[in-house]
T-cell receptor
Framework: GAVVSQHPSRVICKSGTSVKIECRSL??????MFWYRQFPKQSLMLMAT?????????EQGVEKDKFLINHASLTLSTLTVTSAHPEDSSFYIC????????????FGEGSWLTVV | LAKTTQPISMDSYEGQEVNITCSHNNIATNDYITWYQQFPSQGPRFIIQ???TKVTNEVASLFIPADRKSSTLSLPRVSLSDTAVYYCLVGGEAGRRALTFGSGTRLQVQP
């Protein structure tokens, strides 16, 4: 299947700083990418839909000024957690659609964020 | 968005066939049914996708009745490494809309 890669896989940052997570579709172009957050032993919660060349669409309750999403190219979307706090510590997962091959949605490996 | 209902957990033994059924009574005409597997601290991994009838690939089979209000993921001869959470998702509008995750089914395979 298609490959979606995230970087970094793990990051620790100090409270109040910002951290950027990258999501790349390695072997296909993705006009739409999705960002999820997952707390331990819970299901994935959709945060936002990222569209190439336009503003992201955020789910209710997700602060767009805190979770900045940029989708500048067909293979890259970034999520920046600004002014991070310990409660932002979570597993962040992106996904992208391979429109050419069956419209299947593939997920990245996830990125663990720990805010200390 | 179609809501899905799955058993919270299932137990099995190595070598057995495991069938996980998912209910999606409100599935829309253009919705596909997709199953993902997730291990701890990893992103969901695509298993299989179908629209109707039966789909089979190298790791699983997906059975979808004519009314499409449910689907069953069949894992033949499970092994310990199949212990994971399995999610049934419907919708996505051919990838244009995000998939909404339910609680998933936690499968525990015993030796």
């Amino acid at each position: 299947g298609a490959v979606v890669s995230q970087h970094p896989s793990r990051v620790i940052c100090k409270s109040g700083t910002s951290v950027k997570i990258e999501c790349r579709s390695l072997d296909f172009q993705a006009t739409t990418m999705f960002w999820y957050r997952q707390f331990p032993k819970q299901s994935l919660m959709l945060m936002a839909t990222s569209n190439e060349g336009s503003k992201a669409t955020y789910e209710q309750g997700v602060e767009k000024d805190k979770f900045l999403i940029n989708h500048a190219s067909l293979t890259l979307s970034t999520l920046t957690v600004t002014s991070a706090h310990p409660e932002d510590s979570s597993f962040y997962i992106c996904s992208a659609t391979d429109r050419v091959n069956g419209n299947t949605i593939y997920f990245g490996e996830g990125s663990w964020l720990t805010v200390v | 968005l179609a809501k899905t209902t799955q058993p919270i957990s299932m137990d099995s033994y190595e070598g057995q066939e495991v069938n996980i059924t998912c209910s999606h009574n409100n599935i829309a005409t253009n919705d596909y049914i997709t199953w993902y597997q997730q291990f701890p601290s990893q992103g969901p991994r695509f298993i299989i996708q179908g629209y109707k009838t039966k789909v089979t690939n190298e790791v699983a089979s997906l059975f979808i009745p004519a009314d499409r209000k449910s689907s069953t993921l069949s894992l033949p001869r499970v092994s310990l490494s199949d212990t994971a959470v399995y999610y049934c998702l419907v919708g996505g509008e051919a990838g244009r809309r995000a998939l909404t995750f339910g609680s998933g089914t936690r499968l525990q395979v015993q030796p």
